[in-house]
């Protein structure tokens, strides 16, 4: 069955940059995305890179995908303290119906 | 434009009881995707909704069940509550374009707790 997987917890310094890594099983994934929760909130659609595409840049977002491996990542550069919160990476074929990760607490620490 | 709003934010039930979730989309969006999200299991796909039609189910029991209005409003409803179901429901909106790629947005989520 379908599964992503990803580290529940990353902790970095301020400043420094943040990588959060995750795996996924479904090959026929359209779209694969990043969200961000932060506390008492609902998702936060950070990114999204389409499964044919092997990087993205979005300002301190990169997104890189390795589709033969079934890895993506997100690197967060020059990270803040407002950048603390759980990020998921999700997939799906379709937008409306995402296989989520745990996710991954990041704490940033001042 | 006004969010993806989910009343109530908070809720408290007991074992046995039935609850009924709402959930207003983005205006202009057709399609309305449920997620619970627990501890345990993380965020999981309960059902999508596009034009008051189901149009994808995950994998859930049949005390989980929803419907959508002509106006895209949807709710959701699960019947004889039992521990297990507290958890955060959150409802997502997009525009439910087939072959195009289409933003969701969610809302705050509900927060229903059941003792």
């Known amino acids: 069955g379908e599964d992503v997987e990803q580290s529940l917890f990353l902790s970095v310094r301020e400043g420094d940059s943040s990588v959060i890594n995750c795996t996924y099983t479904?090959?026929?994934?359209?779209?694969l995305y990043w969200y961000k929760q932060e506390p008492g909130a609902g998702l936060q659609l950070l990114t999204y890179i389409f499964s044919n595409m092997d990087m993205k840049q979005d300002q301190r977002l990169t997104v890189l995908l390795n589709k033969k491996d079934k890895h993506l990542s997100l690197r967060i550069a020059d990270t803040q303290t407002g950048d603390s919160a759980i990020y998921f990476c999700a997939e799906g074929a379709g937008s409306y119906q995402l296989t989520f990760g745990k996710g991954t607490k990041l704490s940033v620490i001042p | 434009k006004a969010g993806v709003t989910q009343t109530p934010r908070y809720l408290i039930k007991t074992r046995g009881q039935q609850v009924t979730l709402s959930c207003s989309p983005i205006?202009?969006?057709?399609?309305v995707s449920w997620y619970q999200q627990t501890p345990g299991q993380g965020l999981q796909f309960l059902f999508e909704y596009f034009s008051e039609t189901q149009r994808n189910k995950g994998n859930f029991p049949g005390r989980f069940s929803g419907r959508q209005f002509s106006n895209s409003r949807s709710e959701m409803n699960v019947s004889t509550l039992e521990l297990g179901d507290s958890a955060l429901y959150l409802c997502?909106?997009?525009?439910?374009?087939?072959?195009?790629?289409?933003?969701?947005?969610f809302g705050p989520g509900t927060r229903l707790t059941v003792l």
């Open positions: 205006s202009g969006h057709r399609s």
């Open positions: 479904d090959s026929s994934s359209t779209y």
């Open positions: 997502a909106s997009s525009q439910g374009l087939a072959g195009s790629y289409n933003e969701q947005f």
